[in-house]
């Protein structure tokens, strides 16, 4: 029984920090990623966790984003709700920033990243 606490406890520390993270898309310098596994759907509504990584950090020394993101599926639009900014790519590293957003709704740019996450997110 003992050797299964530890097996878990390798288990745990060796998983990449990427499980649960599905790949939606790349442009120039930003790889952008969806957590499937928590969509939280209210009709026409879904939250999503979403990852950017960036290729470079920026002048704080951000190099990736995450932000939890409302999509209203109906009227293709998007708002930001929580965003955080990371110095390693994957959330990884020390936190920069963390707030709660009261975003403004936006329409989602055809053929953005944006896009590319509302339709899994929508699909779901």
């Given at each position: 029984?003992?050797?299964?606490?530890?097996?878990?406890?390798?288990?745990?520390?060796?998983?990449?920090?990427?499980?649960?993270?599905t790949?939606?898309?790349?442009?120039?310098?930003?790889e952008?990623?969806?957590?499937?596994?928590?969509?939280?759907?209210?009709?026409?509504?879904v939250?999503?966790?979403?990852?950017?990584?960036?290729?470079?950090?920026?002048?704080?020394?951000?190099?990736?984003?995450?932000?939890?993101t409302?999509?209203?599926c109906?009227?293709?639009?998007?708002?930001?709700?929580?965003?955080?900014?990371?110095?390693?790519?994957?959330?990884?590293?020390?936190?920069?920033?963390?707030?709660?957003?009261?975003?403004?709704?936006?329409?989602?740019?055809?053929?953005?990243?944006?896009?590319?996450?509302?339709?899994?997110?929508c699909?779901?």
């Amino acid at each position: 029984m003992k050797h299964w606490g530890v097996a878990f406890l390798l288990l745990a520390i060796v998983m990449p920090a990427s499980a649960g993270w599905t790949f939606v898309d790349e442009s120039t310098d930003v790889e952008r990623y969806l957590n499937e596994e928590h969509i939280d759907r209210d009709g026409d509504r879904v939250r999503v966790w979403e990852i950017d990584n960036h290729a470079l950090a920026d002048a704080s020394g951000v190099v990736s984003l995450r932000s939890q993101t409302e999509y209203d599926c109906g009227a293709r639009r998007y708002r930001i709700v929580h965003l955080s900014g990371h110095t390693q790519p994957m959330t990884e590293g020390a936190v920069v920033f963390s707030k709660a957003v009261d975003g403004e709704w936006r329409p989602v740019a055809p053929q953005s990243l944006g896009e590319a996450s509302m339709e899994i997110a929508c699909a779901n």
